[in-house]
């Protein structure tokens, strides 16, 4: 996404998913946006929290 001359913070993607998960999956009780290790993000169609 960057290239290696990039000098802002290195987790802002962390930083964005994190706040994406306040934002819509705390207050419905789910968990939308699974970490992939080693590959990134994913947005799961019916993640519940209690599964």
Request: proline share 4%; glycine share 12%.
């Amino acid at each position: 996404m960057w290239d290696f001359a990039y000098e802002g913070d290195p987790n802002i993607v962390e930083v964005y998913i994190s706040a994406l998960r306040r934002k819509i999956d705390a207050p419905f009780g789910r968990r939308s946006i699974t970490t992939v290790r080693g590959a990134g993000y994913r947005l799961e169609a019916d993640g519940d929290i209690g599964a």
